[in-house]
């Protein structure tokens, strides 16, 4: 007899079905395996699900148990095996009907006391599951945020116990709600800056086209704050890019209580970090900057204090919109359509060029520093803008008659010009 439950293996943004199968047999020596291609947490998952068992007052039965995920040429990762593992070595031993399954996908990592721990995916896995014609199973801490897939069946018990209440009849597990769409939080305000009224309008162009812009300039001069004030004036996600840019987030454990919102995303990743920290990667090949920024902004400050290796991994990402992590075993896709902003200094002094602090190196500390950034990847940022100091002029200035709110009207309306332009020509 093999008692059978489905679950998902993530690959990207997609989730690919994966049959827990668990069989008993006699033996004269008990044992558990984990067959499939699993990964070392997967392997793990075995001490889990027996001190789940425990922490139940269950025990597992003195035959051999061997759990099958299937296909077997699939790598497995991630501890969401755990619950579809345990459900289906519960059916097998009679503790829930062997049928109560049917119809379902699971997901979840258990603790040694039988709760249900939350864990990264569940919106795509929800998602998955509906495509299948499933309802999904996953931890209460997951539930609201599961429930943003739509018309598909949830169950988010907090723990085994109620789980197989629910399963043999004796308590009722009712379908979570889907988090609250929060409201953007407060954005900078272009208010805020004074002067500089040449590298504004850049930013209004660039928000407007979805255009790649760097500011160069000294320090000081204003260049990150610009950048910051990006989001605010860009148009919120619409539906669509709202569930792509939560399906990335899911999968990197960034949805809190299922709280979704229709702010851009804005990333700014240190000059310190990866190739992989940008591009993703890693031993799950997790989601890195560029992805997460998917449908917002990646703001890159100290463009060239940025490892050649890691700014060059954005080239191709920039170009198709997509990340392709190549693997001996398999090649992993994640979105990536984002709006690249950067800053720089002139040269590694920091002023470059003539006047007061002037670097006395020039031209070549400019000629070197400019270098590190490679011609291809310049190739791709639409507008550069230089950025003079601010004067003390400037900061005596009022503040500016328009701020974020008017700039973003502008921007939206030249986004619906260009949408209503492109219906036209389709």
Not at 63 to 79: C, F, H, Q, T
Not at 109 to 122: H, M, R, S, T, Y
Not at 303 to 314: I, N, T, Y
Not at 372 to 380: E, T
Request: proline share 8%; with cysteine.
């Amino acid at each position: 007899m093999v008692a059978r439950v489905v679950t998902v293996a993530f690959e990207g943004v997609d989730a690919r079905r994966v049959d827990v199968e668990v069989q008993l047999t006699p033996t004269s020596q008990p044992s558990f395996a984990v067959v499939g291609l699993a990964d070392k947490a997967v392997a793990e998952s075995r001490e889990r699900v027996r001190g789940a068992f425990v922490g139940l007052g269950l025990a597992l039965p003195g035959k051999r148990i061997v759990a099958n995920l299937a296909p077997a040429d699939v790598p497995k990762e991630g501890s969401h095996y755990d619950l579809p593992i345990a459900l289906a070595l519960m059916a097998a031993i009679g503790v829930i009907p062997l049928d109560a399954l049917d119809g379902w996908a699971a997901v979840g990592e258990l603790g040694l006391d039988g709760q249900i721990a939350p864990v990264a995916g569940a919106l795509p896995a929800a998602v998955a599951a509906g495509g299948l014609g499933l309802g999904l199973i996953c931890p209460e801490a997951n539930g609201a945020e599961a429930a943003w897939a739509g018309d598909v069946r949830l169950l988010a018990p907090r723990s085994l116990i109620q789980l197989v209440n629910h399963f043999r009849g004796v308590q009722v597990l009712g379908a979570p709600k889907a988090g609250d769409l929060a409201e953007a939080p407060p954005s900078a305000d272009l208010r805020d800056v004074k002067g500089q009224e040449q590298a504004k309008r850049a930013l209004e162009i660039a928000a407007a086209g979805g255009h790649n812009l760097l500011f160069a300039g000294p320090p000081g001069s204003g260049k990150s704050m610009l950048a910051q004030r990006l989001p605010g004036i860009l148009p919120p996600l619409t539906a669509r890019e709202l569930l792509e840019t939560s399906m990335v987030w899911s999968l990197g454990g960034l949805i809190a209580k299922g709280e979704l919102t229709r702010a851009r995303p804005f990333r700014a990743p240190h000059h310190s970090a990866s190739m992989a920290a940008l591009t993703g990667g890693g031993v799950r090949v997790k989601p890195g900057e560029v992805s997460l920024a998917h449908n917002g902004v990646l703001f890159l400050d100290e463009l060239p204090e940025f490892s050649p290796q890691a700014l060059d991994s954005l080239r191709q990402p920039l170009e198709t919109g997509e990340v392709i992590v190549a693997r001996a075993n398999a090649h992993v896709r994640y979105p990536a359509r984002v709006q690249l902003v950067a800053a720089m200094n002139p040269c590694r002094c920091g002023v470059g060029g003539p006047g007061r602090g002037a670097c006395g190196k020039a031209p070549r500390c400019q000629r070197d520093y400019q270098g590190r950034v490679s011609g291809p990847l310049l190739d791709r940022i639409d507008l550069q803008v230089d950025v003079p100091p601010v004067t003390a002029a400037d900061l005596a200035l009022p503040p500016p008659a328009e701020g974020t709110a008017e700039v973003a009207a502008r921007v939206a309306a030249a986004r619906e010009a260009q949408a209503a332009r492109a219906e036209e020509l389709a």
